[in-house]
């Protein structure tokens, strides 16, 4: 009985390891995606990354048993925009 537990608790803890690893590489690359984008105007460049984090936590959802995990691509834009003061990025609706 107790290795049961153990094991099932190895396995939840994986299982949340892997959630919070694939929402730091999704991060990554919409980061470096974004500031492609906005190469040639180093104001963007540093909007990006002064406001990305608390933009990308607020606008990233890690789902649920039932549900993947996904970003909230309009959020992100707003929330980007918004902290910046200028408008350099839209969403495509």
Not at 7 to 32: E, P, T
Not at 66 to 93: I, T, W
């Amino acid at each position: 009985m107790g290795k049961r537990i153990v094991i099932g608790l190895v396995a939840g803890i994986v299982g949340l390891g892997m959630k919070f690893y694939n929402k730091s590489a999704d991060g990554q690359d919409v980061k470096s995606h974004l500031v492609s984008i906005c190469a040639d105007d180093a104001r963007c460049v540093k909007s990006v990354e002064d406001n990305f984090e608390a933009c990308f936590d607020s606008a990233y959802k890690l789902g649920g048993r039932r549900q993947a995990a996904h970003l909230e691509s309009d959020q992100l834009v707003s929330c980007l925009n918004s902290r910046s003061g200028q408008p350099y990025f839209a969403a495509k609706k």
